[in-house]
């Protein structure tokens, strides 16, 4: 059996972990945390009215409208972690960013 103090070292390792984890998350992204909530937005409001035509249109058209320069950048890191059409990009991407 585990006492207090082992107890709270391990739980201070996986939250060190988990930091890191978030930390390593974040630096890796290829545009701002903001611009990615703004683009979940977009295609929460376009995905409802339009539908989803599996590809990556209306996520294109986003960034063309922020000007991102590094568009096949994010849009291969997007599909990198299961985001190949815009419905899959607000249903799995968005969640890793909660």
């Known amino acids: 059996m585990l ?5 709270e070292r391990r739980k201070q390792l996986l939250d060190d972990l988990r930091k890191k984890a978030d930390k390593d998350f974040e630096s890796a992204l290829p545009m701002s945390r903001d611009n990615f909530e703004k683009l979940f937005d977009y295609l929460d409001t ?3 009215d339009k539908g989803c035509d599996d590809t ?3 996520t294109k ?3 063309n409208q922020i000007n991102a320069t590094n568009v096949d ?3 291969e890191w997007l599909a990198d972690k299961g985001g190949f059409c815009d419905c899959e990009i607000l249903a799995n991407i968005e969640e890793q960013f909660e």
Do not use: G, V
């Open 46 to 48: 376009e995905l409802n």
């Open 56 to 58: 990556n249109r209306l």
């Open 3 to 7: 006492d207090k103090t082992e107890k």
């Open 61 to 63: 058209t986003f960034l």
């Open 73 to 75: 950048q994010i849009l």
